[in-house]
Nanobody
Framework: VEFVESGGGLVQPGGSLRLSCAAS????????MSWYRQAPGKEREFIARTNSRTTMTTYADSVRGRFTISRDNAKSTLYLDMTAVRPEDTAVYYC??????????????WGQGTQVTVSS
């Protein structure tokens, strides 16, 4: 199982950014997929997940209405469109599959993540 996140960078408050996550080593199209982030000195936190056809999505309160999760099953790629970003969105962003029976991430292997820094 491998995850490769990309698309992060420096963005001004109120700006937008699109993150991507290329997944391999498992049946991407059959899995619920999810995004997480970890800010300095804090634990990794869940921020969004979507089912295989993006007909059901769930967001953390902190990002609902500003971030949109989507996926391209043909490319085994997960996306996160970030809008109206805030300084508190600064973190390293990761993706993983979701384990519905355990209500948490599915695989213990993580990618390197992609750094998002929101600053003027």
């Amino acid at each position: 199982v491998e995850f490769v996140e990309s698309g992060g960078g420096l963005v001004q408050p109120g700006g937008s950014l699109r993150l991507s996550c290329a997944a391999s080593g498992f049946a991407f199209h059959l899995n619920i997929m999810s995004w997480y982030r970890q800010a300095p000195g804090k634990e990794r936190e869940f921020i969004a997940r979507t089912n295989s056809r993006t007909t059901m999505t769930t967001y953390a309160d902190s990002v609902r209405g500003r971030f949109t999760i989507s996926r391209d099953n043909a490319k085994s790629t997960l996306y996160l469109d970030m809008t109206a970003v805030r300084p508190e969105d600064t973190a390293v962003y990761y993706c993983n599959a979701w384990a519905p029976t355990r209500l948490t991430y599915k695989y213990d292997s993580w990618g390197q993540g992609t750094q998002v820094t929101v600053s003027s």
